[in-house]
């Protein structure tokens, strides 16, 4: 006779696992655990394989690492960094702890979605871990409200930037049936991309033209110049090279795939030359613009270039990845050709 | 044809049990068939879940659940199939640990024999 978990613990084992697995590996775990005490033992080896697995999935790796970067810089944004009152005080490095709360919080929050909703998150361990977070802060003598704010400003920069409305919708896996619509969704998410890259652009541009207005030394407004060439050029780019296109109505299944195909090769290629187009531009300006603080507060340039050469380096990663993406996407289209 | 995509070690063995078990490859089979195939090591069923997962965003296997089972505390099974896709990354992965077995049974003269040295049978 097989052995059976009494319903509290079956309840709890459910609860536990992410709802992904939880139906399959509940099963299994009946099936193989000849004794409760087999079955908690299995329980808990099984477990956090199995949540990690499904924040690979659901949150993926460099979704969570972009998170983190970005909360990161968010709560640093807050808290007033670097002449702020918090960093003044000893021992600023205990932001870690509701930092850390919200990074994991918001991975296991997409790792116990909905099943069949990859992009769900499930809403009481979000919650959960949020209060996680700013009971942490209060604990640890953050100030709370700064914390909260700096939080709630990523939380909406992720929302607009994974535009949820878009990815929301469930597409089934790529067929003659379901090709216009990847089709349609692929070049929204290009358009997308575009208008978030623009309204960026447009942040920083302002930013730079009242640094233009206030800085007396010549060479800062050069460095500022070079700047505001370097964002138009880069939105111009986007809108001219790297822009969304119409998908063709009324037109066969072959002409259709040509098209998502060649669709897709030249954004994979526009990815792949990110360092040329994206970065490149932006470097007059940042050298010019350190070298003229350098001049002016003797200050040594090259930590805070290396920063900038880290980001840039991992902006160059995260567009190959996706160029790597795409090309995965290139090939699926030529199967279905065949 | 595109390149089949890499896989690793035991990438490999988990497609070979998959392979293997046919119609009956669930967690439960699986994991069995990976221990009986690994043989000298444990293999937790929470790495072979881990495996699968991996397997199945590669696009190499495919899953799909069945209906309740009564001797599983009234929980379905989550079945797996290799793809066309997932066969062709096992030919492949088989072929290069053949040719790694020839070029050490070449250079030891008789990789058989040394195995017996090694692990005497009683």
Redesign the interface.
Known sequence: M?Y??PPWL?RLAGLLLPPA?A??????L???SPSQADYLR?LA??????V???V??RATIGGTVFNALLSLMALLVALGVPTGAFFAAPAPWRLVVPWACWVAGNALAAAYGHPRRPTHWSRPVFVGWVAAALASAVALDIPVLRVALGLGGSLVLILALAMPWLTAVPLGPLSTDTLADHARLFQRSIWWRNMRESVAGMVVIGANVKGLWSAADPVARAGHVLIIAGVLFIMGFLHLRANSRPVPQDQGALALLAFHQRELARQRDILRAVPYWYLLPFAPGLLVGAASKWDATGANPVGALLVVLVIFGLIWRLNAAGADWLDRKV?EV??LRR | MKPAAPIGPFEQVVLTAILALADNAYGVTIHAEVSRLIAQKTVSLGAVYATLDRLEDKKLIASWLSDPTPERGGRSKRHYRLQSAGERALRESVLASKRVWETVEGVWGGLVESTRRLNPVR
């Open positions: 097989p059976s978990p079956d697995s139906e399959h590996t509940l099963g299994d009946a099936e193989t299995q080896s099984v477990l956090p394989r199995v990690w697995s499904q690979r999935r090939g030529e199967l």
